[in-house]
C-alpha cells in the first residue's frame, strides 16, 4: 500500500518523560507505516530547552505561525526541583504560556467519549468543550498586603497626562489589594477564535461572565462578543444553524448541568482555567481530553491535556512496563494531520486521521484498554500495557 504524501510539514514538538516515549511508539507504530510524515521538527524537551536557552520554544511557536498547523507533546514546566534535577540555568517559562503569547490563542479542550464509561452527571451525552481566553485578569495581576489604615485608589495616566482616579476602599485595619487588566484586541482575538471554533465544529456557543456585578470590565467581555457576533457572524451561524447564547456564569454553570452536552462553552481565563478541570474530572479522565490552542489568524497547535505522567516514566526507567494511555497524544496527531489535509485539500490525509481514530475506538469500545480506563468502563475490560494497545490499535487500523 503506497503511503500518503504530504505537501506541507506539520509543526511536531517533542517533549519529555513519559509522553516522549510515548511519542516515538506513536510515531513508529501508527504513524510512520502509513504516512510519509512531512514534519519540521523541535525538540522541546527540557534538556534542549537548556541547551538553547529557551530559543527552540520561540522558534516552534514562530514555525506555526509559518505552517499553521502544529502538533506537541507534553513538556515539563521547571520548578524548583526540575531545576535541581536537570541542573538547569534557569527557571525557563512553561512552553505552552511562551507559544500562547506567540499565537495569541484561545485553549479549546474536549472530552473523549466511550459508550462504556458514563459522565458523573447523567444527563450528559455529547463533549462540552471549553473555551479558555488564555490572557490576563488575574494571572497578570499586580497585588500587595494592606498594612493598615489608609485609601487604595484607582489610578490611570494617560499618555497625554490625564489622569483618571477612582476610591477603592478606604481602609481601617490591614487587608488585600488586587489590579487585574485585559485588552479589547486579546478579548476580540479570544471571541473571533470561539466564533470561527463554532462554526468550523457546527457546535451552539456559550459565553457566561458577571457582567450584572462587573458592570465595566466584564461587561466589555459581553459587548465585544455581541458586537462581533452581530456584525460578522450572525449571518454565518444561522447558515449552518447554531445559535450564540450568552448568560450570567452562575446561570451557566447550572444550565451547564441541566445540559445533555454538544456545545462549546468560552469562559473568562479563571472561569476556564477552573471549569474545565471539573469538566474533564466529570466526563472521566484527562487522560481523555484533547487540547488545541487556535489562534484569530487560524493557526492550530494540537497537544494533550494531560500533562508528562511522571510517576509511569520513573517507573519505565526502572525497567518497567508501564499501562499509560496514549489516546489523548494520539488525537493530537489525528488533530493536526485532519487540519493539514484540510487546508491542503488533500482528502487521503484527512481520511487517514477518521481512520485512526475509528481504529482506537474499536480497540477501546472492544474492551482493550489501559489500566486508568478499565477503573472507569462498564464490564470487564482487558487492561494491557501501553505496548500492548499500540499492537492492538494498529492490527484494528490495518484492517
Ligand atoms: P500528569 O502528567 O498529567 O499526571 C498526573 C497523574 O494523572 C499521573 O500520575 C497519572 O496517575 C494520571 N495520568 C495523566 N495522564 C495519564 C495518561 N496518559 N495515562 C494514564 N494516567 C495518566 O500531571 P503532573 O504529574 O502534575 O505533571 C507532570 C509534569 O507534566 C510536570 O512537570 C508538569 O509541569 C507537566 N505538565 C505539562 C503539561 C503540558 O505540557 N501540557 C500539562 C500539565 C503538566 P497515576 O500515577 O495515578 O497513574
Ligand atoms: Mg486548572
Redesign the pocket.
Known amino acids: 500500500m503506497a503511503k500518503i504524501h504530504m505537501s506541507v510539514p506539520i509543526v511536531e514538538m517533542d517533549?519529555?518523560?513519559?509522553?516522549r516515549i510515548?511519542w516515538k511508539s506513536i510515531k513508529d507504530e501508527l504513524i510512520l507505516p502509513f504516512v510519509d510524515l512531512n514534519t519540521e521538527y523541535y525538540d522541546l524537551g527540557l534538556p534542549e530547552r537548556e541547551r538553547t536557552k529557551d530559543a527552540v520554544t520561540t522558534a516552534a511557536g514562530n514555525a506555526i505561525r509559518k505552517y499553521g498547523v502544529g502538533v506537541?507533546?507534553?513538556?515539563?514546566?521547571?520548578?524548583a526541583q526540575?531545576v535541581e534535577e536537570y541542573k538547569l540555568t534557569e527557571m525557563w517559562k512553561?512552553?505552552?504560556g511562551t507559544i500562547r503569547t506567540i499565537l495569541d490563542g484561545t485553549v479549546f479542550r474536549t472530552p473523549i467519549l466511550l459508550p462504556s464509561v458514563h459522565p458523573t452527571v447523567r444527563t450528559w451525552k455529547k463533549p462540552i468543550t471549553v473555551a479558555r481566553h488564555a490572557y490576563g485578569d488575574v494571572y497578570k495581576n499586580t497585588e500587595f498586603r494592606i498594612p493598615g489604615k489608609g485609601k487604595a485608589e484607582l489610578l490611570f495616566t494617560g499618555e497625554d497626562g490625564t489622569e483618571m482616579r477612582k476610591t477603592i476602599y478606604d481602609f481601617e485595619c490591614p487587608g488585600v489589594l488586587q489590579g487585574t487588566f485585559n485588552k479589547d484586541t486579546s478579548i476580540r482575538s479570544f471571541a473571533h477564535a470561539c466564533f470561527k471554533f463554532a462554526l468550523a465544529t457546527k457546535q451552539d456557543l456559550w459565553f457566561s461572565t458577571k457582567d450584572t456585578i462587573s458592570k465595566t470590565y466584564d461587561h466589555t467581555f459581553k459587548d465585544i462578543f455581541a458586537e462581533l457576533y452581530e456584525n460578522e457572524y450572525k449571518t454565518a451561524f444561522e447558515k449552518a444553524g447554531i445559535t450564540y447564547f450568552y448568560t450570567l456564569i452562575d446561570d451557566a454553570v447550572a444550565r451547564v448541568i441541566r445540559s445533555e452536552g454538544g456545545f462549546i462553552w468560552a469562559c473568562k481565563n479563571y472561569d476556564g482555567d477552573v471549569m474545565s478541570d471539573m469538566i474533564s474530572t466529570a466526563f472521566g479522565?484527562?487522560?481523555m481530553m484533547t487540547?488545541v490552542l487556535v489562534s484569530p489568524d487560524g493557526c492550530y497547535e494540537y497537544?494533550?491535556?494531560?500533562?508528562?505522567?511522571?510517576?509511569?516514566y520513573y517507573r519505565y526507567l526502572q525497567g518497567e512496563e508501564t499501562?499509560?494511555?496514549?489516546?489523548?497524544?494520539i488525537f493530537a496527531w489525528t488533530g493536526a494531520l485532519r487540519k493539514r489535509g484540510e487546508l491542503d485539500g488533500n482528502a487521503g490525509l484527512s481520511a487517514f486521521a477518521d481512520k485512526l481514530e475509528a481504529a482506537c475506538f474499536a480497540t477501546m469500545n472492544g474492551g482493550t484498554v489501559?489500566?486508568?480506563l478499565a477503573l472507569l468502563m462498564d464490564g470487564s475490560p482487558r487492561a494491557v500495557n501501553t505496548n500492548a494497545f499500540l499492537a492492538a490499535i494498529r492490527e484494528n487500523l490495518e484492517e
Do not use: F, Q, W, Y
Not at 497537544?303 to 509511569?312: D, K, S, Y
Open positions: 517533549g519529555d518523560e513519559m509522553t510515548l506537541k507533546c507534553a513538556t515539563i514546566t521547571p520548578n526540575r512553561s512552553p505552552n479522565s484527562l487522560a487540547s497537544e494533550a491535556a494531560h500533562g508528562t505522567v511522571t510517576r509511569h499501562s499509560t494511555n496514549p489516546i489523548a497524544t489501559t489500566k486508568d
